[in-house]
Structure formats: structure tokens, C-alpha cells
T-cell receptor
């Protein structure tokens, strides 16, 4: 089955700086890669996703890049703000009929004011 | 519109007891998923419903876990003879299931504590 590894497990940045979180996946057939933000005690919320037919996607301060050859994808947050502090999870969805997401272990991002 | 809702938000039970966790998906979403999230970990897949049927239950850890979705909307996750190791947050998600890829929207979860 799919295996997703996520790094780093914790990340602290100064407000206004950029943050980058990286994930690798094992199943080359995976074709959908969402990123979820989870605040303490709250539900995971989708912040951005990318499909395997594109290499990059941006939404305001957030961008995701995908390298299918290397089987890794990354989340980039620019101009970080204290409200960006949360746990971020990457995930991968295999192609075909399977619909279960395989998640990484999460990155605790802290934006220091 | 209303998002995915789950009840109860917290459930404390004793080892060996039976529990039921409920999920109300977004209206019109035909696909429903259950995940389990242990402290400091990402959600782990348990079971996926398409309509009323369990399309994939490969993530259920053992036969103490069972889930139903009798009318293709609300789902109940049932855990028999609970063990301390079952303590976790149980998350439900739903999606439109249109095409091969679609966004899964999560509920707030039920925090289960087995004493």
C-alpha cells in the first residue's frame, strides 16, 4: 500500500518568513495530493491540493509543488502569520477505485510574532 | 451549508463496553469515510462507504469494529468490547465521489477515551 513520509515534524519560523514542508510517497500510481491544516482540537481543513497532471498550484500565500519522478511534493507558505500556526498534514490518494487517503505524520508549524 | 457533523464530541467509556459513534455527512455526498487519529499522528483510514455499501473496510483493525450506513446518509461506527488501545479521535469525512478524485471534508471528530 501507499506510504507517505513528512518532514520536518516541527518547524518554527519568524512572522513574515517562508515555511516549507516536504512529503514523499511510495506508490507511483497515486494521483491526488491534498494538504490539510488542523488547529488544536479542530477538524482537518483542506487548504490546497494538487493532481498528478500539474507540477505547481498557488493560492495566495500558499503553493504546492509536485515532482512525480522523485515522488515528492511540498507545501510552501510565504509571508507567514501567527494564525498559520497549526499542524499540517500531507496526504496521497492512489489511482483506481481505492479512495482512502494515506496521511503523513504531520508538521507542527509555529509562527513566532 | 452545514459541514460534516459528528456526535458525541467526547465519549468516555470503560474497558469492555460497547460504543457507537455517529456521523452526519454533507447533504448530497455519496461517499463517507471513517478515519482514526491517534495523538501526534495523521488520520488512518478505517472504512469507506459508497452509498449504503461498504466499498472498502480494509482499514478496520479487527472484528470488534463495525460500521453501517443503512440509508446512504448517516453512518454509525460501532466498537464492541472496547480496549484502552482504542482511545483516539475518530474522524468522519464525506465527499461527492464525482469522478476518480474528489475532496474529502472532515467532521470535528469524536474523542474516545477508554478507561
Amino acid at each position: 500500500g501507499e506510504n507517505v513520509e513528512q518532514h520536518p515534524s516541527t518547524l518554527s519560523v519568524q512572522e513574515g518568513d517562508s515555511a516549507v514542508i516536504k512529503c514523499t510517497y511510495s506508490d507511483s500510481a497515486s494521483n491526488y495530493f491534498p494538504w490539510y491544516k488542523q488547529e488544536l482540537g479542530k477538524r482537518p481543513q483542506l487548504i490546497i491540493d494538487i493532481r498528478s497532471n500539474v507540477g505547481e498550484k498557488k493560492d495566495q500565500r500558499i503553493a504546492v509543488t509536485l515532482n512525480k519522478t522523485a515522488k515528492h511534493f511540498s507545501l510552501h507558505i510565504t509571508e507567514t502569520q501567527p494564525e498559520d500556526s497549526a499542524v499540517y498534514f500531507c496526504a496521497a490518494l492512489p489511482a483506481g477505485s481505492a479512495r482512502q487517503l494515506t496521511f503523513g505524520s504531520g508538521t507542527q508549524l509555529t509562527v513566532l510574532p | 451549508g452545514a459541514g460534516v457533523s459528528q456526535t458525541p464530541s467526547n465519549k468516555v467509556t470503560e474497558k469492555g463496553k460497547y460504543v457507537e459513534l455517529r456521523c452526519d455527512p454533507i447533504s448530497g455526498h455519496t461517499a463517507l469515510y471513517w478515519y482514526r487519529q491517534s495523538l501526534g499522528q495523521g488520520p488512518e483510514f478505517l472504512i469507506y462507504f459508497q452509498g449504503t455499501g461498504a466499498a472498502d473496510d480494509s482499514g478496520l483493525p479487527n472484528d470488534r469494529f463495525f460500521a453501517v450506513r443503512p440509508e446512504g446518509s448517516v453512518s454509525t461506527l460501532k466498537i464492541q468490547r472496547t480496549e484502552r488501545g482504542d482511545s483516539a479521535v475518530y474522524l468522519c469525512a464525506s465527499s461527492l465521489a464525482s469522478g476518480s478524485v474528489d475532496t474529502q471534508y472532515f467532521g470535528p471528530g469524536t474523542r474516545l477515551t477508554v478507561l
